[in-house]
């Protein structure tokens, strides 16, 4: 069998590894993938979002399977285009991507079908969103609706603050047309869970869940980032919130889309806070997240493709997904200056005992070196039977990868460690 994975980041090599464990795989290929996914994928010169170019070498080059990874290329019809020519894929197509491709959708969807998320307002009028503001309560939550590579969102402690945020969406077109739109919401509070889940648009299945680290710096500080580390499972998700979550989110929003006549088939990524008034979903991604992908896929004992073909084909019901009961810890090792301006192209240095852990987001190959390029460089992940230890070793083989300008964060599943101890 001929796979396709679009896509060149971390999450990506986490599938692309996963996918190589099928025995009826014959030959892997990265669209564009990464100088790092290189060694486990053909990589082949083509942008995601480069719609018309995918299809072509789908085409050309009788792929049997897609797996279409990045929000950009679902949201912008890439499963369309594909399944036109007759390539089965893993992925929503654009009609159901909508979920994370518009804040607004997702939102109304919510309020129609009763499932819990923080309460808001939807503006297409700055002037009425800057009305609004005088009297909303604050804190407040501005988002674009449109994607905005993560940082759309916008924690406003003041009323300036929050004008600010929608004079820089609506009138400045920071995000450009993401920000025709904007969402004003309510702040909630509480642990925030990530639960990604398999859904054919018969059942959702949903996989171990997981804990992000969005900010740049230790203890939760500075900029928020496409994520410095993640854990898993989450501690804070008891089998008692699953369910509650099973009932009133994950099976409602199933049902939504099937109501809407944009039935899911892909990975949905539940975002949930869990509030004191019960799980909330703070946003909905259409895809896998990164770097959560990089915890809950090496706990996956199943056969991935083998699940991914079952959600394509509308049996998942049928189909075993079976995860560990070990732990996993992600650490990212990024640019230092990572999430704003940062050099590129430093060799790195990844001893060959630890590249079964390691997964690459921005590196290139260049004269048999492999250099980094981007902003998250990697990241390692070690699993084991308890969350302590996953950590220790995480950080024990980042100890043994070396690149000029490296930073990582020191705390990857410190707060999970405390949240274990506070409900023991
Ligand atoms: P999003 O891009 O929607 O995941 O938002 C980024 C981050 O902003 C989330 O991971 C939360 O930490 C935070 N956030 C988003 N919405 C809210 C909200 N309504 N209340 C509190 N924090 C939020
Ligand atoms: N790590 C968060 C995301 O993938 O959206």
């Given at each position: 069998?001929?796979?396709?994975?679009?896509?060149?980041?971390?999450?990506?090599?986490?599938?692309?590894?996963?996918?190589?464990?099928?025995k009826?795989?014959?030959?892997?290929?990265?669209?564009?993938?990464?100088?790092?996914?290189?060694?486990?994928?053909?990589?082949?010169?083509?942008?995601?979002?480069?719609?018309?170019?995918?299809?072509?070498?789908?085409e050309?080059?009788?792929?049997?399977?897609?797996?279409?990874?990045?929000?950009?290329?679902?949201?912008?019809?890439?499963?369309?285009?594909?399944?036109?020519?007759g390539?089965?894929?893993?992925?929503?197509?654009?009609?159901?991507?909508?979920?994370?491709?518009?804040?607004?959708?997702?939102?109304?969807?919510?309020?129609?079908?009763?499932?819990?998320?923080?309460?808001?307002?939807t503006?297409?009028?700055?002037?009425?969103?800057l009305?609004?503001?005088?009297?909303?309560p604050?804190?407040?939550?501005?988002?674009?609706?449109?994607?905005?590579?993560?940082?759309?969102?916008?924690?406003?402690?003041?009323r300036?603050?929050?004008?600010?945020?929608?004079?820089?969406?609506?009138?400045?077109?920071?995000?450009?047309?993401?920000?025709?739109?904007?969402?004003?919401?309510?702040?909630?509070?509480?642990?925030?869970?990530?639960?990604?889940?398999?859904?054919?648009?018969?059942?959702?299945?949903?996989?171990?869940?997981?804990?992000?680290?969005?900010?740049?710096?230790?203890?939760?500080?500075?900029?928020?980032?496409?994520?410095?580390?993640?854990?898993?499972?989450?501690?804070?998700?008891?089998?008692?919130?699953?369910?509650?979550?099973?009932?009133?989110?994950?099976?409602p929003?199933?049902?939504?889309?099937?109501a809407?006549g944009?039935?899911?088939?892909?990975?949905?990524?539940?975002?949930?806070?869990?509030?004191?008034?019960?799980?909330?979903?703070?946003?909905?991604?259409?895809?896998?997240?990164?770097?959560?992908?990089?915890?809950?896929?090496?706990?996956?004992?199943?056969?991935?493709?083998?699940?991914?073909?079952?959600?394509t084909?509308?049996?998942?019901?049928?189909?075993?997904?079976?995860?560990?009961?070990?732990?996993?810890?992600?650490?990212?090792?990024?640019?230092?200056g990572?999430?704003?301006?940062?050099?590129?192209?430093?060799?790195?240095?990844?001893?060959e005992?630890?590249?079964?852990?390691?997964?690459?987001?921005?590196?290139?190959?260049?004269?048999?070196?492999?250099?980094?390029?981007?902003?998250?460089?990697?990241?390692?992940?070690?699993?084991?039977?308890?969350?302590?230890?996953?950590?220790?070793?995480s950080?024990?083989?980042?100890?043994?990868?070396?690149?000029?300008?490296?930073?990582?964060?020191?705390?990857?599943?410190?707060?999970?460690l405390?949240?274990?101890?506070?409900?023991?």
């Amino acid at each position: 069998m001929k796979v396709m994975v679009v896509g060149g980041g971390g999450r990506e090599h986490a599938i692309i590894k996963k996918v190589k464990e099928n025995k009826n795989v014959s030959e892997i290929f990265a669209l564009p993938g990464n100088g790092g996914i290189a060694k486990d994928a053909t990589c082949v010169d083509i942008e995601a979002k480069d719609i018309a170019a995918i299809a072509k070498f789908a085409e050309e080059n009788k792929i049997d399977y897609a797996i279409v990874a990045p929000d950009d290329p679902l949201v912008l019809g890439c499963v369309d285009a594909l399944e036109k020519i007759g390539v089965p894929c893993f992925g929503p197509k654009a009609n159901a991507a909508i979920i994370e491709g518009s804040k607004v959708f997702s939102k109304n969807l919510m309020k129609k079908y009763n499932i819990p998320t923080a309460g808001y307002e939807t503006f297409d009028n700055m002037d009425e969103a800057l009305k609004y503001l005088e009297t909303a309560p604050i804190p407040t939550v501005v988002k674009a609706d449109g994607l905005a590579l993560g940082k759309g969102v916008v924690i406003a402690e003041t009323r300036e603050d929050a004008k600010a945020a929608v004079i820089s969406m609506m009138q400045d077109k920071k995000f450009g047309a993401s920000g025709d739109q904007i969402v004003i919401e309510e702040f909630l509070t509480g642990p925030e869970v990530s639960v990604l889940s398999f859904t054919d648009g018969k059942v959702v299945v949903p996989m171990v869940s997981s804990m992000d680290h969005k900010r740049a710096g230790d203890n939760d500080t500075g900029l928020n980032t496409g994520g410095m580390g993640t854990i898993a499972p989450n501690p804070y998700y008891t089998e008692e919130i699953a369910a509650e979550c099973m009932e009133k989110i994950f099976i409602p929003t199933m049902n939504a889309m099937n109501a809407e006549g944009r039935t899911f088939k892909g990975c949905l990524y539940f975002g949930l806070m869990l509030t004191p008034n019960g799980p909330k979903v703070i946003e909905y991604n259409c895809r896998f997240g990164d770097p959560e992908t990089q915890v809950v896929l090496p706990l996956l004992e199943s056969d991935l493709l083998e699940v991914m073909m079952a959600t394509t084909n509308e049996t998942l019901a049928d189909t075993e997904v079976k995860f560990s009961n070990g732990s996993a810890c992600c650490v990212i090792m990024a640019s230092e200056g990572y999430p704003v301006s940062y050099e590129k192209g430093f060799e790195m240095d990844i001893p060959e005992e630890v590249w079964d852990k390691v997964y690459v987001a921005g590196a290139k190959l260049k004269d048999g070196k492999l250099l980094t390029n981007g902003g998250r460089v990697l990241g390692v992940t070690e699993i084991s039977d308890n969350l302590e230890d996953a950590i220790k070793k995480s950080y024990e083989s980042v100890a043994k990868i070396h690149f000029d300008n490296q930073y990582f964060r020191t705390d990857i599943g410190r707060r999970a460690l405390n949240g274990l101890q506070n409900l023991r």
